[in-house]
C-alpha cells in the first residue's frame, strides 16, 4: 500500500498540471453533488407536497427518477422566483397578492377556469358585445371582400386576435381566411356563400373555424361611437356640404376619370395633403380650415352617388362632398418647444388617475405648442413625446403641470388649475386597465375576476369624489373640464382650456389637432368586459359620490355633471 501511494506522488511530482486538474474536477463534483441538494431540500409547502405525493406514487423506484425529479424541482424552483419579483402598489395591494399566495391550489387562479368554460365554445355562436358572425363570403385574390389592413399568422392566429387588430384600426369588419390570414375593412363587397365552404380551423385554436380556401369568416365588429371608419388607410371623414368658396378652402382639384376612392386617396397623398374629398369625377386636396372645418356633418344619404370606377363606393356629388383624411400628417400642430422664458405662475392639470390626464397633456401640447410637466416621471411618457416629463414640476418651463394630488397643502402649491373630471365607472375601469396593462393596455380577466378588484374599488371610488371636493375647495382658480365634453365638442372645449392659459388661440391649429387628437393613448374600442364588474353594493355607493360631487359643483355656479355620470 505504501508503494502505491509512493508510486502516486512521484507521478503527480513530475505531473504537476495532471494534479491541480483532478483536484479541480473533485470540486466541481462536489459543488453540483451540494447544488442538487438544495433543490431535492426545498422546504416551501409546494415542494413538500409535491415531493410527499412522488414518494407515495413511485415507492420503491425513487433511485432510478432522482435525476429526472430534480430536474422538474429545478424548474418549478425557477418559475417561482420569477412569480415572486417585486411588484409596485399600495399597500392594500401587496396583501391581495398575500392572500392569494395562500390559497394557491384552491381555485384562486381564476384564469384558468374562465377559459375552461369558454373552451369548446364556436365564435359563431358568440354575440356578446364585441362582435357578431354574420357569414360566410367569397374572397377573390384579385378583388378582395374587404380592402383594408391585412396580416398573417400560419401558427397563432385567433378570431378574438383578429377582431381586435381590426378594432384598434377602427373598422367595421373582421375576416378570416385560410386558417391564418385577417382581413379589415369597412364594407364587405363581394357575395356570401355557404357555411359549409368556411371549413378550415383556426391556426391558433382549434375549436373555432377561420375561413377556407378563399373564403372568408366576416364579424361585425361593436366598435365604441368615437372609433374610426376606414379605408385602407384613409380615415372616413363622412359627408359635408360644399364650401362656399370651393378653390380658396381646397386649393388643390383635379378631374379624374373612373373616379375611385383609391385614387382620390393616393393624389392627395402623393401632393401631401391631409384631406382627400370626393365630388362625383373631382377629386380635391387640403387640409381642415375654417372655411371647410368638418364640424357640420351631413347625412350620408345626401353623398349617395356611386364612384364610376368603384362599385361598392359613393364618391359625392357637386352639392355634397364625401372627406376621408389621407396618412399625410398635419404638421401645422406639431411643433413643440419650452416657455421661452420661466412662467410665473404653475397652472396644475389636475384629475382623479383614469380620468384622461395623459389624453388632455396631448391635446395641450398640439394646441399651444407648449410641452407639458408633471408632479411625478413616467419613463414610458418621456420616450413617446412628452419631453417636460423630465423637468422638475416647479422649473416654470412648462405650460402645467399634470397631477393626481389631492390634500390642502399640495394643491395650495399652484396658482390655478384645470381639473378634469370623468365619470367615476369609467375612470376606476381606466386606471385599473391602467395600473395592470399599462397606458394603453388591459387587465386580464384573473385580476377583474380575483380580489384585485374589489379590494381597488373600494379604496379607489371614494377618492374620486375626495379628489373632485378638495380642488374645488382648496384651489385658487379653478377651470373645470368633464371628459365627455372634451370628447363630444373637442374644439370649444380645447379653445377653452387655451384660453384660460392665458394664450392666444389659433383656429388652424385647433382644427389640426382634431385630425390627430388620439395620439398614442386610446385603447382598443373592441376590447371590453364581458359583463358588469360593479355589484350592487359598489353601484350605490359610486351613485352616491356622483351626487355629492354634482350638489357642490352646483354650489358653485358651475355646470354639474354630465347627464350620463346620474344614476337611472
Not at 398573417?152 to 381590426?166: G, L, S
Not at 416621471?377 to 402645467?400: A, P, Q, V
Not at 378638495?470 to 382650456?497: P, T
Request: hydrophobic share 30%; glycine share 10%; proline share 3%.
Amino acid at each position: 500500500m505504501a508503494k502505491a501511494l509512493l508510486k502516486i506522488q512521484r507521478y503527480f511530482r513530475r505531473k504537476p498540471v495532471r494534479f491541480f486538474s483532478l483536484i479541480l474536477l473533485y470540486l466541481t463534483a462536489g459543488s453540483l453533488v451540494i447544488l442538487h441538494s438544495g433543490f431535492v431540500g426545498d422546504s416551501s409547502p409546494r415542494g413538500r407536497g409535491h415531493r410527499d405525493s412522488v414518494a407515495a406514487a413511485e415507492m420503491g423506484s425513487r433511485t432510478s427518477l432522482s435525476g429526472s425529479r430534480g430536474l422538474g424541482i429545478m424548474s418549478r424552483v425557477f418559475k417561482e422566483t420569477r412569480r415572486s419579483g417585486r411588484r409596485y402598489g399600495p399597500p392594500w395591494m401587496k396583501k391581495a397578492r398575500q392572500g392569494g399566495q395562500e390559497t394557491e391550489g384552491k381555485g384562486g387562479d381564476y384564469t384558468s377556469n374562465w377559459n375552461r368554460a369558454l373552451k369548446g365554445r364556436n365564435a359563431k355562436d358568440m354575440d356578446d358585445g364585441r362582435a357578431k358572425y354574420i357569414g360566410c363570403y367569397i374572397d377573390d385574390t384579385q378583388k378582395r371582400a374587404l380592402r383594408g389592413v391585412s396580416f398573417f399568422d400560419y401558427k397563432k392566429m385567433t378570431v378574438f386576435r383578429c377582431q381586435d387588430n381590426c378594432a384598434e384600426r377602427g373598422y367595421m369588419y373582421a375576416g378570416l381566411e385560410f386558417g391564418a390570414e385577417c382581413y379589415c375593412g369597412h364594407k364587405i363587397q363581394a357575395p356570401n356563400t355557404t357555411e359549409s365552404e368556411c371549413n378550415m380551423e383556426c391556426k391558433g385554436e382549434k375549436s373555432n373555424l377561420c375561413g377556407g380556401a378563399n373564403r372568408l369568416s366576416i364579424y361585425r365588429l361593436e366598435l365604441s361611437q368615437e372609433s374610426a371608419r376606414r379605408y385602407g388607410s384613409a380615415i372616413f371623414k363622412g359627408c359635408f356640404h360644399r364650401p362656399d368658396n370651393v378653390t380658396l378652402a381646397l386649393p388643390f382639384s383635379a378631374v379624374i376619370q373612373n373616379m375611385s376612392v383609391d385614387k382620390c386617396v393616393d393624389m392627395c397623398t402623393e401632393k401631401e395633403k391631409s384631406l382627400a374629398v370626393l365630388a362625383g369625377q373631382q377629386c380635391y386636396c387640403g387640409f381642415p380650415t375654417p372655411l371647410f372645418s368638418l364640424h357640420e356633418l351631413e347625412d350620408e344619404a345626401m353623398c349617395l352617388h356611386r364612384c364610376q370606377g368603384e362599385e361598392f363606393e359613393s364618391c359625392g356629388n357637386e352639392e355634397y362632398f364625401v372627406v376621408y383624411q389621407t396618412q399625410v400628417q398635419d404638421n401645422r400642430c406639431m411643433d413643440r418647444h419650452f416657455l421661452p422664458s420661466r412662467a410665473k405662475q404653475l397652472v396644475a392639470l389636475g384629475s382623479f388617475p383614469g380620468a384622461g390626464n395623459t389624453w388632455a397633456r396631448h391635446l395641450i401640447e398640439l394646441a399651444t405648442g407648449f410641452y407639458t410637466g408633471s408632479y411625478y416621471f413616467d419613463g414610458s411618457l418621456y420616450n413617446k413625446g412628452f419631453k417636460g416629463e423630465r423637468d422638475h414640476w416647479r422649473s416654470g418651463r412648462t405650460i402645467c403641470i399634470k397631477t393626481h394630488e389631492s390634500g390642502r397643502k399640495e394643491i395650495e402649491a399652484f396658482d390655478s388649475s384645470i381639473l378634469m373630471i370623468r365619470n367615476p365607472y369609467k375612470a376606476l375601469m381606466a386606471e385599473f386597465n391602467r395600473k395592470y396593462g399599462g397606458h394603453i393596455g388591459f387587465a386580464s380577466q384573473a385580476h377583474w375576476r380575483g380580489k384585485e378588484w374589489p379590494e381597488f374599488v373600494k379604496n379607489y371610488a371614494p377618492w374620486w369624489a375626495s379628489h373632485t371636493l378638495d380642488w374645488l375647495n382648496y384651489g385658487k382658480k379653478v377651470h373645470v373640464v368633464h371628459f365627455e365634453d372634451l370628447k363630444r365638442d373637442l374644439f370649444s372645449q380645447l379653445k377653452g382650456m387655451v384660453q384660460f392659459l392665458g394664450l392666444k388661440v389659433s383656429e388652424d391649429r385647433l382644427l389640426c389637432v382634431e385630425g390627430q387628437k388620439d395620439g398614442n393613448f386610446k385603447r382598443s374600442g373592441l376590447r371590453k368586459l364581458e359583463y358588469d364588474p360593479y355589484t350592487s353594493e359598489m353601484r350605490a355607493n359610486i351613485n352616491e359620490l356622483i351626487r355629492t360631487v354634482d350638489a357642490t359643483l352646483k354650489k358653485r355656479n358651475m355646470s354639474g355633471v354630465p347627464e350620463e355620470y346620474m344614476p337611472r
